[in-house]
């Protein structure tokens, strides 16, 4: 039975989109991070509708059989469809499913590809003059096939208003945490993270696969040395001390870090200091001026400037729009 409108202080719907040859790790991302019914921070925040274009029994990539509970038409109850990757991305796309997407479309839905599910709305004309991404093995594929998108092969996911499309597989978690950032704040985000055991943010505009192995990989001398800078944001901290943490060059962490993070390190130090900012924004009542003490930003001065620039709004707008809409409204 669907869930109906009647109930009280209902979560989000979401809508997966269940195709023959799905790839079975992006549709458990979907399921694991949507379709959770535990509470996170008092609340059930989201609840997924699994949908196909004939219910029953659908085929995964390999062969492997999952039951599909739901007809296409169940996606008009949602305010986000994901559409998890296919393994094969020549398999011709039901037209059903591709009327189901551009009817979602134009009821304003918020729609999400993760990995080769961008092939799916590139077929339904929805990502025509627009920036997205696909796994990077397919990015060549799409922007030949698709030649009206524009297909950025370097990033982890793109987020173009309401149509967001992520790399290869693990991005998908990285795209799912943004989204429900998006809704419900970093502290929601960080919660369901940590009980995946994966990273809490990585940004959009992160490489999306390492070029060359500078340490071994029993070494994990970068991930000590991010926790540690996360955990001395109040403190001035530059790339030497990092390098210095690590026990490296600076010329050698520079380069490592490049390489995996897919930006600079004082690039990706100023965007922790803003998610800091972001979070204390979201979870307290402090002031401006002690914000910016507490995440080594100086001054008001200087975190509006960066906060302004990183996050797209104000500080205090912020404040004001999520805690007013967000934390405050009954319906999620």
């Known amino acids: 039975m669907l869930p109906t409108s009647s109930e009280a202080f209902p979560p989000r719907i979401v809508g997966v989109l269940i195709l023959p040859g799905v ?3 992006d549709l458990v991302i979907a399921g694991q991070i949507f379709g ?3 509470p996170v921070q008092g609340a059930v925040r989201y609840r997924a509708l699994f949908c196909t274009p004939v219910p029953g029994l659908v085929l995964m990539a390999g062969g492997i059989p999952i039951g599909v509970p739901y007809a296409l038409d169940a996606l008009q109850q949602a305010s986000t469809v994901i559409v998890p990757g296919l393994a094969d991305v020549d398999a ?3 037209e059903c499913a591709l009327q ?3 009817s979602a479309a134009d009821r304003g839905v918020r729609l999400m590809s993760i990995c080769t599910g961008a092939f799916v709305l590139a077929a339904a004309r929805l990502l025509d003059d627009r920036a997205a991404t696909t796994h990077w093995a397919h990015t060549s594929a799409l922007a030949s096939r698709y030649p009206r998108i524009r297909v950025d092969p370097r990033v982890l996911f793109v987020d173009d208003g309401n149509i967001l499309t992520s790399a290869g597989m693990a991005a998908g978690i990285d795209l799912c945490l943004h989204v429900v ?3 419900h704040g970093a502290l929601v985000a960080n919660t369901i993270a940590r009980n995946l055991v994966v990273a809490p943010h990585r940004s959009g505009g ?3 696969f390492i070029e060359s192995a500078a340490f071994s990989p029993s070494d994990s001398g970068l991930a000590r040395t991010c926790t540690w800078v996360r955990e001395q944001l ?3 901290i530059t790339v030497l001390q990092m390098a210095s943490h690590a026990c490296t060059s600076i010329r050698h962490f520079n380069r490592r870090f490049k390489s995996e993070m897919g930006v600079a390190p004082l690039h990706w130090l100023l965007e922790q200091r803003v998610q800091a900012a972001r979070q204390l924004l979201e979870t307290t009542d ?3 001026s002690q914000i910016a003490t507490q995440v080594g930003m100086g001054s008001p001065e200087s975190l509006r400037a960066h906060f302004t620039r990183i996050a797209g709004t104000s500080p205090r707008e912020y404040r004001r729009v999520f805690r007013g809409v967000v934390l405050q409204s009954p319906r999620l």
């Open 23 to 25: 790839v079975p790790f």
């Open 36 to 38: 959770d019914q535990q």
């Open 92 to 94: 011709p796309i039901p």
């Open 100 to 102: 189901a997407l551009r």
């Open 181 to 183: 950032r998006q809704d």
């Open 206 to 208: 992160q490489a999306q």
């Open 234 to 236: 109040h403190q001035p």
């Open 286 to 288: 402090l002031p401006i």
